[in-house]
């Protein structure tokens, strides 16, 4: 389409100029709460929303092309550009998907499957303090966002002191993790765990029984338990829907049919239930954390899999037997073959289900790789659920659905 | 003459392939092995035709027609309790066969059982949206239109999801490099400026790999470095040649060395 003047904005189905009282919005892409790059043509009459369209792909980068261009390994810590809040629930889903594909998940050994959790609980801790933060400054709740930002910034230093990174970790490999956790982790691992759950309540003092956070979440963003599952909800999402689903429970991976917790459920369908669940959710996780540290210190000091089709071997091995190093070298230069066929992996990460469907035609390179991302379909229900409610509450519905855009854009 | 180069699928390709070697198959079981599969199964193949089925990796793989699509997921969900669709989308086979796949990737929260249903058109064909089924289709629907090309027919809004309206192709295919053809690397400046301004702007501008040889303040000229922003025409001073009478590593003389006392 060519215009006279082709610096000026164009918005094919929309008219600013209308006979029924109602006008356009455009909220986003950039918007302190619409959580990164989300736009949202919202038609409003008065304050209410008659209409919202939410536009979406500012963030596209086109990762499953990336990744048919790229070796399993490669492609491993592009995955951290997803959910940048919690990274390595990604690297884990991916690796996870590839492991299962080559069927050597359970030859992960014991140690790497528990710091694997660890990790993975650990970043679901980070994810919720940040929603929570977050989510509580576009409410209004400045000082949650600050104390939150405190405990996220402990959580990270562990994550730091193990991997090096803070929010890109790569900390997850095809067939276990590269390090073992360095000394005094575990006590500070501790040290976190024991000082936590006083801060929870610190929240919820300042939260649960507010007058105005009640009066902004109750009965704002109610997601019915049909329309949950129509639209193919997952996580917190679903579960404030009073719908009981949560992959770790029903189809558990790793070690979770070992540890014990709890899947919180709440039929109150609405942001507060929601929010009850998040900070319930950090509770449990905290109680699987507590469970994986004796159980870390019964295992084996084995980090990767015995596979040598697939995996290398460890360092010691490559440096000092002929075959491990050129099996190594090959596994680096071309890349590891999975066997023809195709496989779809869900996990529970933080925000949701997120899976891999990965088809493999036996090529070093992955011939069609799909990534499930949870946040997808929870920007996608905001056309649903947006209209009747009023303009101050979008922002409390698009924080309550915990949506990323690393993820949703790919 | 130049070697020809495959335009169907211009996706990274292995460099070396052992030609004896034959990938090996995911293990495939009889859908007879699970009894809610074997059941659910059964009872789907007196509605319509199932070309193959087979468990893998734990989830029953159906074949189906392709417009047979509504029908078979209508009766997994309202019948077999198959009543999410966490995802679906296609696969490129347009290189092999002309033909797209699609697959519906099902889960049935009472059962905690996964059915991915598979099916495949042709280029030009169009598919039956299933849409009015689950509301999640909405948005895959889209994004597949997006990245494939495929046209779904009854769909509420099928429009670019990810992509900009105008763009032109679809990225996911394997015919569409992965560096974006011509109308990628132009879209900015026809959008803005027009598409006589591209030999203003010049090809240089709009490739990211492009190094000038005359711009000294970006790019250093290996062997021919000068400082930085000189003139590019000048010639670097020089260096002094590595004296070779000098030996590569100085003995380490214990006598000058001293303890730093780290205790302090």
New interface residues.
Partial sequence: ??QRN??EPYF?NLVFERDDNTMVINFGPQHPSAHGQLRLILEMDGEQVKKAVPD??YL?R?M???G???IYNEFLPTTDRMDYIAATSNNYAFALAVE??L?IEDKVPRRAKVIRMMLLELNRIISHLFWLATHALDVGAMSVFLYCFREREYAMDLMEDYCGARLTHSAVRIGGVPLDLPEGWLDHLNWFLSKLPEQIELYEGLLTKNRIWRMRLENVGVVPPE?A????C?GIMLRGSG?E?DIRK??PYELYDEVDFDIPVTDRCDSYGRYLLYMEEMRQSIRILQQLIPMYKETEPYLMAHAPEYISAPKEDIMTQNYSLMQHFVLVT??M?P??????V?TESPKG?L?F?I???????P??L?I?APS??HT??LQ?LLPGHYLADVVTIIGSTNIVFGEI?R | MRPYKPKKNVQKQSYYNDRFWVAPRVPQEAVESDEIFAEDFKSLSKTRKVKEAYLERGQMVLIINAKDNVTILKHLKEKLGYDVLSEMSAIDYLAQDGEFEIFYQLLSMQKRRRVRVKCRIKENEAIQSVESLFRSADWSEREMYDMFGIKVNNHPYLKRILMPDDWVGHPLRKSYPLHGDEAAQWYEVDKIFGKEYRDIIGPEQRDAAYISTTDTCNFARIKHEVPRCADPNSEPERIEKFNDDAPLVETFDLTKSKIVDRTR
Avoid at chain 1, 229 to 232: L, N, R, V
Avoid at chain 1, 339 to 344: I, Q, S, T
Avoid at chain 1, 359 to 365: A, F, H, L, T, W
Wanted: hydrophobic share 30%; glycine share 14%; net charge negative.
């Fill in positions: 389409m060519q082709r610096l094919e979406i792909g596209h086109g499953e092309k990336m048919e261009n790229m299962r594909l069927g329309m599952k129509s639209w193919a997952s719908i689903y029903e189809e071309q890349g073959r066997p023809v066929g195709e496989v779809y869900p289900e899976g469907f088809r493999s035609e036996g090529e070093p390179y011939y069609r799909k499930r997808f379909w996608g229900i649903d854009d």
